[in-house]
């Protein structure tokens, strides 16, 4: 497929399911945590969808190909792919979904303003600007549902720092995957590269910190696995794919519907309250989106 100026009805549709999925995601790391160290599960999470995206490439007959004039970009787009992870396993250890979510998903603020500077063609504009503050007030809105009788303790303020320095690894993330070399490395091979290098290196990083074994039953298997296979070795495949074809800040500006996303399935699943709040919420991110995905004239 063409490169594309502007996110299209296709993109749009394939960027909100996507949005889903990570909505549930972040509810599945938050459960696997209790059964296993977060660092060796996101490490664990990484070799095993190497493992998968291998077979995928061989059954699918794509090439493995191991570029070695790129091997120091995708190293360090590995150990990029590392610390993001790191981090965010870590916040959602030790703050709430919903509070990881406002924070973390704030990634296209960082991005934008760091495209602003070093990706000549996503340059910031009034429209963008506006689209993002229209946006991240949605996604503030519709946290304030669940949120009332929140009670802040130090380690809630420390998840929310690794959730800030997750946001920022993410950003920069992206801008290796779409202003570098990394570009020219297939989305597949992008992702081989991460899960290679962040495997072993997330796992060794865990044994700083004890057991790797919490309270390990069968539920916490089966949210690895979904991790693995679905979430990573599938659903981020995709994710590369739609950044190497749309442009990355519109790309990123569909990360603030996942925290929409977890509302409504906390709705839908556990019977939490949905009032005006969240349809005010909803519209200002929508309105957002419209705004981000304006391009300049």
Same mark, same amino acid.
Not at 198 to 226: A, C, K, Q, T, Y
Not at 264 to 280: C, E, S, T
């Given at each position: 497929?063409?490169?594309?100026?502007?996110?299209?009805?296709?993109?749009?549709?394939?960027?909100?399911?996507?949005?889903?999925?990570?909505?549930?995601?972040?509810?599945?790391?938050?459960?696997?945590?209790?059964?296993?160290?977060?660092?060796?599960?996101?490490?664990?999470?990484?070799?095993?969808?190497?493992?998968?995206?291998?077979?995928?490439?061989?059954?699918?007959?794509?090439?493995?190909?191991?570029?070695?004039?790129?091997?120091?970009?995708?190293?360090?787009?590995?150990?990029?792919?590392?610390?993001?992870?790191?981090?965010?396993?870590?916040?959602?250890?030790?703050?709430?979904?919903?509070?990881?979510?406002?924070?973390?998903?704030?990634?296209?603020?960082? %991005?934008?303003?760091?495209?602003?500077?070093?990706?000549?063609?996503?340059?910031?504009?009034?429209?963008?600007?506006?689209?993002?503050?229209?946006?991240? *007030?949605?996604? *503030?809105?519709?946290?304030?549902?669940?949120?009332?009788?929140?009670?802040?303790?130090?380690?809630?303020?420390?998840?929310?720092?690794?959730?800030?320095?997750?946001?920022? *690894?993410?950003?920069? %993330?992206?801008?290796?995957?779409?202003? *570098?070399?990394?570009?020219?490395?297939?989305?597949?091979?992008?992702?081989?590269?991460?899960?290679?290098?962040?495997?072993?290196?997330?796992?060794?990083?865990?044994?700083?910190?004890?057991?790797?074994?919490?309270?390990?039953?069968?539920?916490? +298997?089966?949210?690895?696995?979904?991790?693995?296979?679905?979430?990573?070795?599938?659903?981020? %495949?995709?994710?590369?794919?739609?950044?190497?074809?749309?442009?990355?800040?519109?790309?990123?500006?569909?990360? +603030?519907?996942?925290?929409?996303?977890?509302?409504?399935?906390?709705?839908?699943?556990?019977?939490?309250?949905?009032?005006?709040?969240?349809?005010?919420?909803?519209?200002?991110?929508?309105?957002?989106?419209?705004?981000?995905?304006?391009?300049?004239?």
């Amino acid at each position: 497929m063409n490169k594309k100026a502007r996110i299209d009805f296709f993109g749009a549709c394939a960027l909100i399911l996507f949005s889903v999925l990570l909505a549930i995601n972040h509810v599945v790391i938050k459960v696997v945590n209790t059964g296993l160290n977060p660092i060796f599960f996101a490490g664990a999470r990484s070799v095993i969808a190497f493992f998968a995206l291998i077979i995928w490439m061989k059954i699918s007959r794509k090439p493995i190909v191991f570029n070695i004039n790129l091997a120091f970009i995708s190293c360090l787009a590995g150990l990029v792919f590392s610390l993001e992870f790191l981090f965010l396993f870590l916040a959602l250890d030790f703050t709430t979904v919903s509070r990881n979510s406002i924070i973390f998903y704030s990634m296209p603020v960082w %991005l934008a303003i760091l495209a602003h500077f070093f990706v000549p063609d996503e340059r910031l504009n009034i429209m963008k600007i506006f689209g993002l503050i229209c946006a991240f *007030t949605g996604v *503030t809105l519709s946290l304030l549902i669940n949120v009332t009788d929140f009670s802040f303790t130090n380690n809630i303020l420390l998840g929310d720092f690794f959730a800030i320095l997750a946001a920022f *690894t993410w950003a920069l %993330l992206i801008l290796l995957a779409k202003g *570098t070399k990394f570009s020219q490395v297939s989305p597949e091979m992008q992702l081989i590269w991460m899960v290679m290098i962040s495997g072993p290196v997330l796992i060794l990083f865990s044994l700083i910190f004890g057991n790797p074994i919490r309270d390990f039953e069968l539920i916490h +298997f089966w949210g690895l696995i979904f991790q693995s296979v679905i979430v990573v070795a599938g659903g981020f %495949l995709f994710w590369l794919w739609l950044l190497s074809v749309y442009p990355a800040s519109g790309v990123a500006s569909f990360s +603030f519907l996942t925290p929409i996303f977890t509302i409504f399935f906390g709705w839908l699943i556990l019977d939490d309250a949905l009032n005006i709040i969240f349809l005010m919420a909803a519209f200002m991110v929508v309105l957002g989106l419209i705004f981000i995905n304006k391009t300049n004239h």
